[in-house]
Structure formats: structure tokens, C-alpha cells
């Protein structure tokens, strides 16, 4: 069974650090991993794809990694701004295929404060 | 593009009453969907696959009588919560997947049963 862990549970930084966060699963037998942005009673917004055949992916100030043999990736945040503000959520697709099911982490709780 | 809208936003309900949520994808067709819920401060966690015109699959410990899914065309998909219990407060997210690999969600649904 898949399962996802995602470190810090909860971080608070000033504006304009860069900052990391962490994702780990145990089944390296991935499709893909996403990161997704949640604000608060809100829906899931996607942030940034990644192909289990791809190292990492880059929109912005955001920039994620895939390391699939450890079944690690990490989210790197530039220049953070109190917008940034939510939950983050690593969730991967479980098996080799299309058809595998989303597995989520429990999220980081960032908060950037001017 | 891509998008899938959840109606409604919020609900309030009376203990022992029935509660409809509706999702449909506006520009894509959907021949799966997938409902999730989200207790406060936790992640998602998958409830039911959502397939058009046959029954839905449910995850282990989801009560189908409880939770009645239908998905009669190909961009909608309802959840109803029957006979419907304080416990069974909490955020319902829809989710559907564009493209291979690839998932749209909806705003979510906090459902608060009185």
C-alpha cells in the first residue's frame, strides 16, 4: 500500500526566504507526482506535474524534483510572498499506469508573514 | 480549460435528511470521477471512483448505502449522503482526470449536518 509523508507538517517564514518543502512515498512503482495548493475551504489547485520518467519541473518561482528510486521529492519556493500562504499537498499516482489512484500526503501548512 | 465545478459550496442539514452534491466537468467529458472528503486539518481521502453508466467503486470502510454515487452522463456525477449524521460533517472534494495521468478538482463541498 501506497504512502505518502510529507515533512514540515507546518512551517513559518518571513517573506522572501526560500524555503523547502518534503514529500516521501514508499512504493517507488509510480505514474506520476503532483503538488497541488489548497487554501482554506478551498479546492485543490495543481502546481506542478511530474512524470515518474522526469527529474523535476519548473513554473515560476516553484520547482520540483522526483528522486523515484528513494521515493523523494521536494517543492523549492523562491523568494516566498505572503500570497504563497496554504496548504501544500504532495499526492502521487499509484502503479505504472494511467488508471492508478491518487495517494495524498497530509500536507504542509505554510505560512509566509510579511 | 479543464475544469470541473462542485455545486454546492456549503450546506447545512438536518440530522436524518439527505444531502445531493453534484460535480460535472465543463469542458472535457468524464467517463471517471472521484469523490473525496477532507476532515479538518487532514488530507484527502479517496471515497469512491465514480464510473458513467455503472455502479461506482468504493474504497474499503465507505458505506455504499450511505454514500450513493451516480454518474449518469458523461459530465456529472452526484454524491448523496443519506439519512445524514453529525459524524458525516465534513469537506467533499470531486475530482476528474482531463487528460491521462492528469486531475482537475472541484472547489469542494463543507457539508455541516445539525
Known amino acids: 500500500k501506497q504512502e505518502v509523508t510529507q515533512i514540515p507538517a507546518a512551517l513559518s517564514v518571513p517573506e522572501g526566504e526560500n524555503l523547502v518543502l518534503n514529500c516521501s512515498f514508499t512504493?517507488?512503482?509510480?505514474?506520476?507526482l503532483q503538488w497541488f495548493r489548497q487554501d482554506p475551504g478551498k479546492g485543490l489547485t495543481s502546481l506542478l506535474l511530474i512524470q515518474s520518467s522526469q527529474r523535476e519541473q519548473t513554473s515560476g518561482r516553484l520547482n520540483a524534483s522526483l528522486d523515484k528510486s528513494s521515493g523523494r521529492s521536494t517543492l523549492y519556493i523562491a523568494a516566498s510572498q505572503p500570497g504563497d500562504s496554504a496548504t501544500y499537498l504532495c499526492a502521487v499516482h499509484a502503479g505504472g499506469t494511467s488508471y492508478g489512484k491518487l495517494t495524498f500526503g497530509q500536507g504542509t501548512i505554510l505560512t509566509v508573514h510579511p | 480549460g479543464a475544469v470541473v465545478s462542485q455545486h454546492p459550496s456549503r450546506v447545512i442539514c438536518k440530522s436524518g435528511t439527505s444531502v445531493k452534491i453534484e460535480c460535472r466537468s465543463l469542458?472535457?467529458?468524464?467517463?471517471?470521477m472521484f469523490w473525496y472528503r477532507q476532515f479538518p486539518k487532514q488530507s484527502l481521502m479517496l471515497m469512491a471512483t465514480s464510473n458513467e453508466g455503472s455502479k461506482a467503486t468504493y474504497e474499503q470502510g465507505v458505506e455504499k448505502d450511505k454514500f450513493l454515487i451516480n454518474h449518469a452522463s458523461l459530465t456529472l456525477s452526484t454524491l448523496t449522503v443519506t439519512s445524514a449524521h453529525p459524524e458525516d460533517s465534513s469537506f467533499y472534494i470531486c475530482?476528474?482526470?482531463?487528460?491521462?495521468?492528469?486531475?482537475?478538482f472541484g472547489s469542494g463541498t463543507r457539508l455541516t449536518v445539525v
Open positions: 512504493d517507488s512503482a509510480i505514474y506520476n
Open positions: 469542458d472535457f467529458q468524464a467517463t471517471t
Open positions: 475530482s476528474a482526470s482531463p487528460s491521462a495521468g492528469r486531475y482537475t
